[in-house]
């Protein structure tokens, strides 16, 4: 089945609604000292982040109803919910958190799916996952949903990161070109970052494997990516990770959105991407790099823009 016809658009943000500045966590300079080994915090470039309130549930049926509204599509039309999230988030979800969502959103005839287990890269595989669905000819509208949420502040302060509190949700179907199309993903383990022993080398070695991989996928060479969504993590160690691999730091996308939402966990691709596209535009024709990496993991997809 060729699925070089399913768009991805219609995507939409659900911050948490609860803004404070990481200063305001209690004990957190002494948190950030050992998360982060004594690094100067004022370069992370994170000024304040976001908290969700309510049930995390609440925040995925905002983001998927604006989704839906924003592509004119209606709750019988939807096929499958990927939704995707990081392993401590993972843990908090509540047993019969799909049930709620798919009763919340009138969703009777909608299969629930869930991917984790990668980290802050989950919500990459959710994308192919989600795109690859459409191998049943049957399958027309699928949501995909990335989350991530911290209900302890002090449990936000991280390696080289401050968590945020997100819900991002976007719709492929068949047939429609959407925003963007998915070109090729890419996904590696690095096994010293699984025992918690990863080093600059290991961590260079496993991104160099992943791009190469998604690059070949593609047909694309690196000077042919237009603009990088990263992930929202320590602006030094960011620019300096992508320069070892060959990105050009005036092509990552992060900066904005890391100072006013913190690092979303594995919601910060497409957070930057909507941000890049509401600043910029995402223009037809153009190839896009999403990318993530965790502690034993780094995943990128191509995308290549659809829009007129």
């Not at 991805?8 to 500045?21: R, T, W």
Request: hydrophobic content about 40%.
């Amino acid at each position: 089945m060729d699925l070089e016809n399913v768009g991805i658009g219609s995507f939409a943000c659900a911050f948490g609604d609860l803004e404070n500045k990481p200063e305001n966590i209690p004990d957190f300079d002494s948190l950030w000292e050992t998360a982060s080994f004594g690094t100067d915090f004022a370069e992370m470039g994170c000024t304040t982040y976001r908290k969700m309130s309510g049930p995390v549930q609440e925040y995925v049926v905002d983001a998927v109803r604006r989704t839906l509204r924003g592509a004119g599509a209606g709750a019988t039309d939807i096929d499958h919910l990927v939704i995707a999230t990081s392993d401590p988030a993972l843990a908090l979800l509540p047993p019969d958190f799909a049930e709620q969502v798919l009763i919340a959103l009138g969703l009777d005839d909608c299969v629930p799916h869930l991917v984790s287990y990668q980290r802050c890269c989950s919500s990459l595989t959710a994308l192919r996952h989600s795109r690859d669905l459409f191998a049943d000819p049957d399958v027309t509208h699928v949501v995909m949903v990335a989350l991530d949420f911290v209900p302890d502040d002090r449990d936000r302060v991280r390696p080289y990161a401050l968590f945020g509190d997100a819900a991002v949700s976007c719709l492929l179907t068949r047939h429609d070109p959407g925003l963007v199309r998915l070109s090729s993903s890419a996904v590696k383990v690095d096994p010293d970052g699984l025992r918690g022993r990863d080093t600059f080398v290991s961590r260079k070695a496993v991104a160099d494997r992943t791009l190469s991989a998604a690059l070949r996928a593609g047909g694309r060479q690196l000077p042919q990516v237009t603009k990088v969504f990263a992930a929202n993590l320590y602006k030094p160690l960011t620019l300096f990770n992508a320069s070892s691999v060959g990105l050009p730091p005036d092509r990552l996308h992060f900066a904005d959105t890391l100072s006013a939402y913190g690092h979303c966990g594995n919601a910060d691709w497409m957070i930057n991407l909507v941000d890049y596209h509401e600043r910029v535009g995402i223009r037809g024709g153009q190839t896009y790099l999403a990318q993530s990496l965790a502690p034993g993991f780094y995943a990128c997809v191509l995308l290549e823009g659809t829009a007129p």
